[in-house]
Nanobody, 119 residues
Framework: QVQLVESGGALVQPGGSLRLSCAAS????????MSWYRQAPGKERELVAR?????????NYADSVKGRFTISRDNAKNTVYLQMNSLKPEDTAVYYC???????????WGQGTQVTVSS
């Protein structure tokens, strides 16, 4: 069956860095658009970053994370990453990995990993 398993969430101080990973199985990973979303308490889930299928050239980032976060993929490992630098308290949220068969679709979700930015 399809699985998306996130890891790497943690408590980190403002200005710090984290790398989230999402290991995929049960579908042809390289053919799917991969995304990271987040949901903070009391807020709606929002798109953080999106990466095209295949070689992953096309990307899209939320304005709030541009220049700080980088999405990447390793198709040989069926894994997508989110490198997060210069973290801010407002980045605190549960981060979800998602896979879609087209640029704007989401077919599968992961279970989420908690990121807390606090001193």
């Amino acid at each position: 069956q399809v699985q998306l398993v996130e890891s790497g969430g943690a408590l980190v101080q403002p200005g710090g860095s984290l790398r989230l990973s999402c290991a995929a199985s049960g579908f042809t990973f390289s053919r799917y658009v991969m995304s990271w979303y987040r949901q903070a308490p009391g807020k709606e889930r929002e798109l953080v970053a999106r990466l095209a299928s295949g070689g992953g050239g096309r990307t899209n980032y939320a304005d709030s994370v541009k220049g700080r976060f980088t999405i990447s993929r390793d198709n040989a490992k069926n894994t997508v990453y989110l490198q997060m630098n210069s973290l801010k308290p407002e980045d605190t949220a549960v981060y979800y990995c998602a896979a879609g068969s087209s640029w704007y679709s989401v077919n599968y979700w992961g279970q989420g990993t908690q990121v807390t930015v606090s001193s």
